[in-house]
């Protein structure tokens, strides 16, 4: 067994299988190194929204369950509930088992080397080398890619600075009767106000519901009492056949660097899920991509890289997580501003959000900036009785 490479990347999740895939398409010599045996269940909502499918540079229509056209956001309690449909999917459903199978799949047969059932343990500085250590032995690499999730062990090894924000998240695999299932076909379904500081969604699965709440609190609250309750609203209080996941979900990155001596930090290592949403495997894969693409570019030249990784990382991805986190701040710190901002500009609220999951907008093309938040707050955009809906108007944070 050959244990010496140029890159090891260290987790086969999107980001991880992602690198491996663009580095061997490339002639670099790459090993993925991962925990678990895959196919896994991964606790994940498996929802790849329009642009991650984008992203993504192998097909995976065939793992593909259901493609949603429709997404519904709504707030509880007030009632209000908005609906945008689009002649592309705004979110394709997938479990997180086959999904990445097809991944790890496509970087095997583009030239990676796959060691399964192989968790790192260490990672050591050897002079021109990194020594990846296994529980089955040692391997040798110029590079390290750490893809290994939220709770990257790579990096906390290496003493990488942090200052993540992980939040907590619960996903339940729901079997419910055919009839009920058929009433969520097609549609992605958000819900804000389940939950103070967080919100729920339920996505159609082939044979079932991947049902989920998250909570921007760190603490997180009661979540299960509040899934027992989302459960209740939805009709789907009584069903037995219920499989109970939970996780964490890094919705602010680290405060870098991404890149430190010969390791590069990817995906949910380097804390790239998307604050409003919590979705994380468009920027898993593309800062995977990237970071290849800074090895392939710079000829694995350390500085070069480290150099080139950063840029591309403060040009796309940094400062998108930045704005999505204005939005975030609304959505979830300021619930009165949030009725007020769902009673009077939902659709646009919804039609924005469902661009920038379905990769025709981003968070940046929207006008929604600390000075557009702040309008929000002025006085006389207020009715006399509170926060209630005025008359609607153009201009407040969201321009179509
Ligand atoms: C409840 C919940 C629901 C979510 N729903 C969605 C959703 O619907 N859509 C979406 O886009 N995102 C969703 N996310 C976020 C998404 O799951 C992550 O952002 C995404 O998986 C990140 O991909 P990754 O490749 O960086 O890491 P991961 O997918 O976490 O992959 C990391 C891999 O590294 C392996 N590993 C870890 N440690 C080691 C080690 N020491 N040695 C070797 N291997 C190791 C793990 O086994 C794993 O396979 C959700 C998250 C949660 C918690």
Same mark, same amino acid.
């Given at each position: 067994m050959n244990t010496s490479y140029d890159v090891i990347v260290v987790g086969s999740g999107p980001a991880g299988s992602c690198t491996a895939w663009r580095l061997a398409k490339a002639g670099v010599t790459v090993a993925v190194l991962e925990k678990a045996a895959l196919p896994r269940y991964k606790t994940c909502g498996g929802g790849v929204v329009g642009r991650a499918m984008q992203a993504l540079?192998?097909?995976?229509?065939?793992?593909?369950?259901?493609?949603?056209?429709?997404?519904?956001?709504?707030?509880?309690?007030?009632?209000?509930?908005?609906?945008?449909?689009?002649? #592309?999917?705004?979110?394709?459903? #997938?479990?997180?088992?086959?999904? =990445?199978?097809?991944?790890l799949s496509a970087a095997q047969a583009a030239g990676a080397v796959i060691h399964q059932q192989c968790a790192v343990e260490n990672v050591l500085f050897q002079g021109d080398f990194l020594t990846v250590g296994t529980h089955a032995g040692s391997m040798k690499a110029k590079f390290v890619v750490a893809a290994d999730g939220a709770l990257s062990s790579v990096a906390r090894n290496m003493g990488l600075a942090d200052g993540r924000v992980l939040i907590p998240a619960l996903e339940y695999e729901v079997t419910v009767p055919r009839d009920r299932l058929d009433r969520f076909h097609?549609?992605? %379904?958000?819900?804000?106000?389940?939950?103070?500081?967080?919100?729920?969604?339920?996505?159609?699965?082939t044979d079932h519901l991947s049902i989920g709440v998250l909570s921007t609190a760190q603490r997180g609250g009661d979540l299960k009492s509040s899934?027992?309750?989302?459960?209740?609203?939805?009709?789907?209080?009584?069903?037995?056949?219920?499989? %109970?996941? @939970?996780?964490?979900?890094?919705? $602010?990155?680290?405060?870098?660097?991404? +890149?430190?001596?010969?390791?590069?930090?990817?995906?949910?290592?380097?804390?790239?899920? =998307?604050?409003?949403?919590?979705? @994380?495997?468009?920027?898993a894969i593309r800062s995977g991509l990237m970071a290849a693409q800074s090895l392939i570019d710079r000829h694995l030249e350390e500085e070069s890289v480290k150099h080139a990784y950063t840029r591309s990382l403060a040009e796309t991805i940094l400062p998108e997580l930045e704005r999505g986190r204005w939005l975030a701040r609304l959505l979830y710190n300021f619930p009165r501003v $949030?009725?007020?901002?769902?009673?009077?500009?939902?659709?646009?609220?919804?039609? +924005?959000?469902? =661009?920038?999951? +379905? @990769?025709? $907008?981003?968070? $940046?093309?929207?006008?929604? #900036?600390?000075?557009?938040?702040?309008?929000?707050?002025?006085?006389?955009?207020?009715? %006399?009785? @509170?926060?209630?809906?005025?008359?609607?108007?153009?201009?407040?944070?969201?321009s179509s």
């Open positions: 540079p192998v097909d995976v229509s065939h793992v593909v369950e259901q493609d949603c056209h429709a997404a519904q956001l709504s707030l509880f309690p007030a009632g209000l509930s908005f609906t945008t449909h689009r002649p #592309t999917p705004i979110v394709s459903m #997938t479990m997180r088992d086959q999904f =990445d199978y097809a991944l097609g549609t992605a %379904r958000f819900d804000f106000g389940v939950l103070p500081h967080g919100c729920a969604w339920t996505f159609p699965k899934m027992a309750r989302y459960l209740d609203q939805l009709g789907c209080g009584s069903v037995t056949q219920v499989e %109970r996941h @939970g996780f964490v979900i890094p919705i $602010r990155p680290r405060r870098g660097p991404f +890149a430190d001596e010969r390791i590069l930090l990817v995906g949910d290592a380097a804390g790239f899920a =998307d604050p409003v949403t919590g979705e @994380g495997i468009s920027f $949030r009725s007020w901002a769902f009673a009077r500009q939902g659709q646009r609220l919804c039609e +924005a959000v469902t =661009d920038v999951m +379905a @990769g025709k $907008r981003s968070y $940046r093309d929207l006008a929604f #900036t600390p000075r557009t938040l702040l309008k929000l707050l002025t006085p006389q955009s207020f009715t %006399r009785s @509170g926060y209630g809906p005025t008359q609607p108007r153009d201009g407040h944070g969201l």
